[in-house]
């Protein structure tokens, strides 16, 4: 459900196209990425990531816009898709699970700390390669949306 | 051609600059941007939109009780939502506060105008 929600919203918001892709942790940290951030307060809390290559931040917001902005718009722009990405995310949760939550952007950073990559057990990550060959991943906090879509899956059984 | 007049609320600089672009050329036009719902229910009276696109997440007032709000002070106000989040009982809500749509985020512009053409229609339905 990420996967397809990640590849459409980046489609219609800028044209930009993304392929689910496996990479291995360093290749992640190998290349310069840039963050934004959310959290999430409701039924259930966790925290949203996306990463991406600052060329692809940039790709993002000047297809959007349709010409050339400055830094500070570029990052608007970004935050706009993560609003998007993250309102619909929530909205396929609570399908899923019938469960409500707020989501609040917090922070977008130039250079972010990676080292939360490396903890499997607390994040969920998909890991896309764009058109252009940018890296990108979206990350959520894994243990409360499983713990959601199983007590929904006992529920209904 | 004279335009429709709405006003656009929503706290992000980036949905009023993409309305606007998708709306060049149309019979539809931005007489207002307001990034909160405070600043909307100041404007109002000034701007006598016709419809009013409301972004329901918004730091401070949401776009839910921006509408109650705006029904409350204006019950002519005609209200047009706009998010990303779609859950049942918040699209429920808008409806029973008066909304004359509801537009998902991404949106395109067909979507949008089409959104927009069907709530004037609807107003026009009511008058």
């Known amino acids: 459900m990420a996967e397809t929600l990640v590849c459409e919203i980046l489609e219609v918001m800028s044209d930009i196209h993304l392929r689910l892709a496996q990479l291995q942790e360093q290749e992640m940290e190998s290349r310069k990425l840039e963050a934004i951030y959310g959290f999430v307060e409701g039924d259930y809390q966790i925290e949203l990531r996306f990463l991406a290559e600052p060329r692809m931040f940039s790709r993002l917001a000047q297809n959007m816009a349709g010409s050339q902005l400055s830094s500070d718009e570029i990052q608007e722009y970004a935050m706009e898709f993560f609003n998007v990405l993250c309102g619909r995310f929530l909205s396929e949760l609570y399908k899923a699970t019938n469960t409500t939550a707020r989501f609040y952007p917090t922070r977008y950073e130039l250079h972010p700390d990676l080292m939360c990559l490396k903890d499997q057990v607390m994040l969920s990550t998909l890991y896309f390669i764009s058109d252009e060959q940018e890296l990108a991943a979206f990350s959520w906090s894994a243990k409360p949306i499983n713990d959601l879509l199983r007590r929904s899956i006992n529920v209904e059984a | ?127």
């Open chain 2, 1 to 127: 051609m004279l335009k429709r007049r709405i006003m656009v609320v929503d706290d992000s600089r980036v949905v009023y600059a993409e309305m606007r672009k998708m709306l060049e050329g149309s019979e539809i036009e931005i007489a207002a941007f307001c990034r909160s719902g405070e600043e909307a229910l100041e404007q109002y009276d000034t701007v006598k939109p016709e419809l009013v696109t409301l972004d329901i997440v918004m730091p401070g007032m949401d776009g839910l009780e921006t509408c109650e709000r705006l029904k409350k002070s204006h019950p002519d106000a005609e209200i047009f939502m706009v998010s990303s989040m779609a859950y049942d009982d918040i699209i429920d809500q808008a409806a029973a506060l008066g909304a004359k749509g509801f537009l998902f985020k991404p949106f395109t512009k067909e979507a949008l105008l089409e959104g927009l053409r069907g709530a004037f229609k609807a107003i026009e339905g009511t008058e």
